[in-house]
């Protein structure tokens, strides 16, 4: 049974300046799924995930044209939609961890006070449920107030998803959250990520094509600006339908 | 789910407004400074003729005279003998903190240099005073050891930090590459150092000696100390002399508001002010150039 | 053979840069050194926090209570107003010709005479705003000259924040004004405090602006009030060394001493922050 999109893009296209970036875009994107965004170096998919929460509104020389569609028909691109809190709902995790420097418990409070100003019973729960859905709190219940800047690398990329999951999004976009990673740390977080298809829509770009066949349900996948395949991840690795999908697969280039 | 815009006044005030006006505060403050000086001062050409201003060499205030030509030689006097004796040191100083020094000297005497920069200009116009001034009348003989001279050198050590650290800067930017080809050729540390990585710096360092002209040119405390005070032209640098900041503070006290020594004073303000303007203007520009240029070059 | 030839030159070179290092820094560390000799002597408590009757010797507690008391209202002025400023500069403006221009006219403010900041200050708070001299009219005057070097040591605090930090707070929803002083600002707050204090210096040891806004040859009492004038160490010092009143040498010395320590010590202790916040910033980002 198919779960209904909850993301809708409808022919984007984005230019930086004179360059143009993406080609026409369409593909819709089902809830609680993960979803990735493979290609090569340059072809646009993090520029993609980037118009999903509008972050490419802080490069000035950016023009985005199509329908991106959120939920029930929300056009995120709408000059009258509040940004701040579309990226409440849609939540991104970089590619380098970047907690702030604060408290791990003040990381992950910082999103939840800025929302509305919640009582402090209820941000020490919250705080507790991000930390234990992401499989940290054991670990660090005892030194909150420690600085989140002290973190190894997969335990800091881990509190950055619990702060992002600490807004209540439905969308979590990752930019390439495991590159920066050492192995054990990458498993550690994409064990995450399929436990988050649960109760989130993952959205996730990556150079690693192992990493995209281990965990997304679809894969698409781009070059050159162009969507050039889009199917689910077992289609798209076994049967894929074009030349290029397939010469990138078996690492022709890229 | 609705995502509309709240209506956030506040934050709309607070970017747009003040933190607008903010960022523009530091125009506002040079168009006042400049509006100032001229509502004082320039009223003062209705009574006297700017070419006596300018040219005349009789400053005697107390006959309504003006002609403020000594003010301006005693000030060029005691920055070129600041400048005679601060680029020698700036220049070698920047050269050991650069090219010759281990990190961690480096780091120590960069930190003295800023000690040096620290230190109030009422402090040097007292070592003036009490030391270099009565050493200098005893080894050369003269009537009094308060002149250009010392003033000139004083206001070197002023300079010097100013002039040090951009021509620092300079030569930290001349490329790794450079120095490398030449060091490879068989050159040696000083050769590599004199005909190589120097003349590739010489505009920073030339941008750092406008900085300094600009800082002794402005300097008003110790000049007013120590050189000496008489409203002269004179070529002798033992001579005792007028500079036109040393002027504008010791007889601002005398004046009555208002009246036309009071405007003259203001006007030499205003000359100062372009004087200065221009200077670290021309060499902004050239540290400009540099970094363009630079652009282009870096390894 | 050709060896030689080359050491010679070799040996000038070195002996130039050696001997214009040593010509540049020795005169300073003997100067300081004769400073404290001659000046500890009159130093005691005693010396620091009782006013004197006259000029000649005595507590310098008025002149010192004075430039202490100016240089915090000069900072209540301008750091607040210069943080906006380098705000602006740092995470607002776009970079245009505006940005230019603030720019250049930063630098330009920087290079003007003290002397001419002490005119405009007597032209516009003393004089149009009928302040007359004034701690308070000395405060904005010296307020204004502190705006370049604060905006300048702010803006470069706050650029060096990692740009990740700005995203990952606007990626949560944050608005641009919170993660600005929610994130930045905070994160920033060493150097921040480095430009404080190097403000604070300045401020303490300059005398040309304080000429014609605030400074009192004597005070029987202590300042009052904002509008009343004051006695000023930097001030203070230019009066005993240029008359000869009778003043003793071990005064000036000693009045020497306190404005150096206090001038150097807060030198230092901006000095040591900004390294410590340079190590810091090197682990982010």
């Known amino acids: 049974m198919e779960a209904l999109p909850i993301l809708k893009l409808e022919k984007v296209n984005l230019h930086y300046g004179d360059n143009h970036v993406l080609k026409n875009i369409s593909m819709d994107i089902a809830a609680n799924s993960i979803t990735a965004f493979i290609g090569p170096s340059g072809c646009g998919k993090s520029s993609l995930l980037r118009c999903l929460n509008r972050m490419n509104d802080l490069i000035d020389s950016t023009k985005i044209e199509g329908k991106i569609l959120f939920g029930d028909n929300i056009d995120i691109n709408d000059r009258k939609l509040d940004v701040t809190q579309l990226r409440r709902k849609i939540g991104m995790v970089f590619q380098k961890p970047n907690p702030f420097p604060k408290s791990i418990y003040e990381n992950i409070a910082y999103g939840i006070r800025i929302a509305q100003g919640a009582p402090k019973s209820e941000v020490d729960g919250r705080v507790e449920e991000a930390l234990k859905k992401v499989g940290l709190w054991k670990e660090v219940s005892d030194r909150l107030k420690d600085s989140g800047m002290a973190l190894s690398g997969g335990q800091a990329q881990r509190l950055c998803i619990a702060r992002t999951i600490a807004t209540k999004p439905d969308i979590i976009l990752m930019d390439e959250p495991t590159s920066a990673l050492d192995p054990i740390s990458t498993q550690t977080i994409e064990e995450l990520t399929l436990e988050l298809k649960e109760n989130y829509t993952v959205v996730i770009v990556t150079h690693n094509m192992q990493q995209a066949a281990r965990i997304s349900d679809s894969t698409a996948f781009f070059y050159l600006g162009d969507l050039v395949e889009y199917s689910p991840t077992k289609v798209m690795f076994t049967r894929p339908q074009q030349k290029r999908t397939e010469d990138y697969i078996t690492g022709r280039f890229g | 789910m609705s995502l509309e815009k709240r209506s956030r006044i506040a934050e709309y005030l607070i970017e747009k407004g003040l933190i607008r006006l903010s960022g523009y505060a530091a125009v506002l403050v040079l168009l006042l400074i400049l509006f100032f000086i001229m509502r004082e001062g320039l009223p003062f050409f209705g009574v006297y003729n700017a070419g006596d201003f300018l040219f005349k060499t009789d400053w005697y205030p107390l006959s309504g005279r003006y002609g403020m030509l000594p003010l301006l030689t005693g000030s060029v006097m005691v920055t070129v003998l600041s400048l005679v004796v601060a680029v020698p040191m700036a220049i070698g100083t920047a050269i050991f903190i650069s090219e010759l020094a281990p990190a961690r ?21 007292f070592l003036g005073i009490i030391f270099l001034g009565p050493w200098v009348q005893k080894t050369f003989g003269l009537q009094t050891g308060l002149n250009a001279f010392s003033a000139g050198i004083l206001l070197a050590f002023m300079a010097l930090p100013t002039i040090a650290s951009v021509a620092d800067e300079a030569l930290q930017a001349v490329p790794r590459s450079l120095r490398e080809a030449s060091l490879a050729l068989g050159a040696s540390r000083i050769q590599t150092i004199f005909r190589i990585t120097f003349p590739a710096a010489s505009s920073g360092v030339i941008a750092g000696v406008m900085l300094g002209i600009g800082r002794a040119i402005g300097e008003t405390m110790t000049v007013m100390m120590v050189a000496g005070g008489s409203a002269q032209v004179t070529m002798n640098p033992m001579a005792p002399v007028r500079t036109m900041t040393g002027t504008i503070a010791a007889e601002m006290g005398e004046v009555v508001m208002g009246d ?6 203001f006007m030499i303000g205003l000359l100062l002010f372009v004087i200065t303007l221009g200077v670290n203007t021309l060499s902004g520009i050239i540290i400009e150039r540099i970094r363009r240029g630079q652009g282009g070059q870096k390894s | 053979m050709m060896t030689r030839k080359i050491r010679l030159s070799d040996g000038i070179g070195y002996a130039f840069v050696y001997a ?15 400073v404290l000799a001659k000046g500890i002597g009159r130093v005691n408590w005693e010396f620091l926090s009782s006013a004197s009757s006259s000029m000649e010797s005595g507590g310098i507690f008025a002149p010192l209570f004075g430039t202490l008391v100016l240089t915090l209202l000069s900072l209540l002025v301008a750091v607040p107003i210069s943080l906006l400023a380098a705000v602006y500069l740092s995470e607002y ?11 250049l006219t930063i630098v330009n403010l920087a290079g003007v005479p003290s002397v001419v900041y002490g005119l405009f200050g007597l032209g516009l708070f003393v004089i149009f705003f009928g302040l007359g001299k004034s701690l308070i009219a000395g405060a904005l005057t010296m307020a204004c000259m502190s705006l370049p070097l604060l905006v300048t040591v702010f803006y470069q605090a706050l650029k060096a924040v990692p740009l990740t930090l700005r995203e990952a707070s606007l990626a949560l929803g944050a608005s641009k004004l919170s993660t600005t002083f929610r994130i930045v600002v905070p994160t920033a707050l060493p150097g921040i405090f480095t430009g404080v204090i190097l403000a604070t210096a300045r401020i303490a040891g300059e005398t040309a602006p304080v000429l014609f806004t605030v400074a009192a040859y004597y005070m029987p009492n202590l300042p009052q009030s904002l509008s009343d004038q004051s006695m000023l160490l930097s001030y203070h010092l230019y009066v005993i060394s240029t008359q000869n009143t009778g003043v003793k040498d071990e005064q000036k010395f000693a009045v020497t001493l306190i404005l150096v320590l206090l001038v ?12 410590r916040a340079r190590k810091k910033i090197g682990n982010l980002g």
């Open chain 2, 105 to 125: 000297v480096r780091g120590i005497f960069k930190v003295l240099l800023e000690i040096l920069a620290s230190i109030p200009s009422v402090v040097f116009g």
């Open chain 2, 260 to 265: 036309d020594h009071y405007r003259a004073l």
């Open chain 3, 20 to 34: 214009m290092t040593a010509a540049a820094f020795i005169p300073l560390i003997a100067f300081l050194v004769y």
């Open chain 3, 93 to 103: 403006a776009r970079k245009d010709r505006w940005f230019r221009i603030i720019e």
């Open chain 3, 264 to 275: 150097l010590v807060v030198n230092l202790v901006a000095i040591g922050l900004r390294s």
